[in-house]
């Protein structure tokens, strides 16, 4: 059972779900899951015999069409028409690895058994997963309140045998491939296709890829300040343990430990400085990277309490004899917590910015803009301009989505958390922070080099000596643009937990 994973055996984690999707793990359904799923499946075709009152979304239209009663024979028509009508996401194509999220999330949410949908529905979804056939999605079409209605549907059009997938690095049409392994499309029960696109799986995934990668920028902000600081030939004292006993924040905590541990042996920082102080974006590593470490913690507990949530709508309690209306697919925690989540990362990018910018000033013994011959050369003038560029735009992801609302299905949903946009600005934002952290490498292994023959620590040498096999030291102007590709690619391989 090593490589199989038991959807609904238990809580889903970000470390289980990092695992499933990076180490090709096949999923299954619980027998316990089996059995909720079917319990209250049963309950709701029971219900259905004998209930008069309308039901909303399964006996009635949707949003604003909530009044209009739909008749016995036309409810499995209704769910289909759901999908397909709903199914209208545009923009760019969401990444396979975000959509398998989708997948894993919604299968999970569906196992806990308050969804009314066939256990044959949910064990499709995961058919389409283990064999990596993956629906076309696009980016945008969610306001986050009703769940991610468009989306979601785009998602779900291949289960009623509708719609495109990516399969063997093709796209196709769905038809044909559930001819290849024999399989027939689902047929919609009441309730099932309100069960699909009622939820906030989108929103969640990107916040799960989000949570997965904004770790590793975190820990690589530390290194790099730390070779940085290095190369400025900075002060340790504001890294010292007793100042962050004293204002003990965790995240400023955990940045002022891993510093100090990245450093260790250095023969640089231990030196007799000449100056006094070091400017803020040195000096306040712990205070700024932690504040971030700290908000990555916070949005990960939002996120995790999410995806192990019921996020559809109307709710079947088969021991209550009960469904309940209600508006569970709102999507405000995670909008807030996302544009939250923007703002700390987009500190990350500020403040190495501005340590960059120190750096090829001409100041502590090192040449301006970090080459021998300034004036001949413009050396790493420009790559800080790139950086700054970067940085501002940033700013702008950083906009707080979740403090907008755009009234939608007729003055029905008139508030809208708009949690799908403070998702996708994550992605950018992040690839943003990849380039502005490249960039501070560039430099602070360049500056160290001029330090030699002092060493800095035997960790910090470790990284540089593997940089250095990729990218050179640069004596005259060449072009960049190549070598920040390259740093990138660099620091997206470099796993500094395994240094």
Request: charged share 25%.
């Amino acid at each position: 059972m090593k490589n199989i994973y038991l959807i609904g055996r238990g809580e889903l984690t970000i470390p289980d779900l990092q695992r499933i999707i990076t180490e090709n793990i096949k999923v299954e359904l619980a027998p316990e899951a089996i059995e909720r799923i079917q319990r209250c499946r049963d309950y709701l075709d029971r219900k259905m015999e004998t209930q008069k009152e309308p039901i909303y979304g399964i006996t009635t239209g949707f949003g604003s069409l909530c009044d209009r009663n739909i008749s016995g024979e036309d409810l499995n028509i209704l769910q289909e028409n759901l999908v397909k009508s709903h199914a209208c996401s545009v923009g760019n194509e969401v990444a396979p690895l975000i959509v398998k999220l989708m997948f894993l999330l919604k299968a999970h949410a569906l196992s806990l058994g308050y969804s009314g949908v066939q256990v044959a529905t949910v064990q499709r979804m995961l058919d389409l997963f283990n064999n990596d056939i993956l629906p076309v999605v696009y980016d945008k079409g969610s306001l986050g309140a009703s769940g991610d209605l468009a989306p979601l549907a785009n998602l779900f059009l291949p289960l009623i045998g509708v719609g495109d997938v990516f399969y063997k690095g093709q796209k196709r049409d769905i038809g044909a491939v559930l001819d290849e392994f024999g399989w027939s499309p689902i047929h919609l029960k009441s309730k099932e296709g309100l069960a699909l696109l009622n939820g906030t799986q989108f929103m969640s995934a990107h916040g799960v890829y989000a949570i997965m990668k904004a770790k590793r920028l975190s820990k690589r902000a530390d290194l790099i300040a730390a070779i940085s600081l290095d190369a400025y030939d900075g002060h340790l004292e504001p890294f010292d343990e007793r100042l962050h006993q004293i204002r003990p924040h965790r995240g400023q905590q955990e940045t002022s430990r891993n510093i100090r541990r990245f450093l260790k042996g250095s023969e640089l920082i231990t030196r007799e400085k000449q100056h006094l102080q070091d400017p803020y974006s040195f000096r306040c590593v712990p205070q700024v990277h932690g504040a971030t470490k700290d908000a990555i913690d916070y949005v990960e507990q939002v996120v995790v309490t999410e995806i192990n949530s019921v996020t559809d709508n109307p709710t079947i309690f088969p021991d209550d004899d009960e469904i309940i209306s209600g508006g569970n697919f709102h999507g405000q925690p995670l909008a807030i917590a996302f544009d939250f989540l923007a703002i700390a990362l987009a500190e990350l990018g500020n403040i190495s910015e501005r340590r960059t910018a120190q750096l090829i000033l001409g100041k502590r013994d090192l040449p301006e803009f970090l080459v021998a011959s300034p004036g001949l050369n413009s050396g790493f003038m420009i790559p800080q301009y790139v950086a700054a560029s970067v940085v501002s735009q940033n700013k702008m992801y950083s906009y707080a989505a979740s403090t907008d609302s755009i009234v939608s299905s007729n003055g029905q949903e008139d508030h809208v958390s708009m949690g799908a946009t403070s998702a996708i600005k994550l992605l950018p934002l992040m690839d943003n922070l990849d380039t502005i952290l490249s960039i501070e490498l560039m430099n602070a292994v360049q500056a160290l080099d001029f330090r030699r023959p002092l060493r800095s620590s035997p960790l910090i040498e470790k990284v540089v000596k593997a940089y250095r096999k990729e990218v050179p030291f640069i004596e005259e102007d060449i072009v960049m643009y190549k070598e920040i590709r390259k740093t990138v690619t660099f620091l997206n391989r470099l796993e500094v937990d395994e240094l």
